[in-house]
């Protein structure tokens, strides 16, 4: 089960990422409304993807 949940972070984290990376450059989903919290929420679901991989490694 633990291993599961590691997977399942580094999945959100990878679709935040996208998420966020395609509304700064494209503006799709929120029309560019801040690219400060873009840029913000990109670092933050970075974090969580590398938090995710380090669990993940450690479980191995």
Known sequence: MPKA????GMVI?????A???????IGVP???ASPLIDITFCVSAAGL???AWSAFRELS
């Open 5 to 8: 949940l590691c997977l399942t």
């Open 30 to 32: 929120f029309a560019k």
């Open 13 to 17: 984290a990878i679709l935040l990422i």
């Open 19 to 25: 998420l966020f990376l395609v509304d700064l450059i």
């Open 49 to 51: 993807g590398y938090l």
